[in-house]
């Protein structure tokens, strides 16, 4: 069950932050110079409409597998290494980040491009390309931890 759980935990991990670093290194720069604010705006919408059901799926799998491995392996928190409790709570940022995005600025960013209003939906996507910054930022970070932690922290 535990190889389960780690395979489940690391392609939901993959999936999330490598998700944020392409949309974020990639697609935006490119959205950026090729297309006008009604075009841009709405290929975000449509990006993030598709992204967000795999976020969703991975904000649920990370907490569930990472908690059942901290369980198993280390028969709870207290006894977990460093880098296991830094993960935890920067994943809990994390996941409270994405669920602000989705809940706030994702949705008038989306009833903004449903109203035409660029100017309001160009306001809202400023926000969450901020927030993706920080949480890919974080997301990285967790990963580093993830495979370098238990050298660098000393458990």
Known sequence: MNAIAIVLHLLS??????????????LRPAAASALQPPERLTTWVQ?????????WISVVL???????????????????????NIMQGLGIVMILLYLHVYFSPFRRLCKAVDQADWVAGGKQLAIIRKLV??????????????????YVLLS
């Open 13 to 26: 991990a993959v999936i999330w932050v490598g998700g944020m670093f392409f949309a974020y290194m990639i």
């Open 47 to 55: 990006t993030f409409k598709r992204f967000f059901p795999w976020v």
């Open 62 to 84: 990370l907490p569930v597998t990472g908690y059942w491995l901290v369980f198993d392996v280390f028969h709870g928190l207290s006894t977990a290494p460093k880098s296991v």
């Open 133 to 150: 910054a920080i949480n890919m930022s974080l997301g990285l970070i967790v990963i580093a931890i993830a495979s370098a932690g238990r």
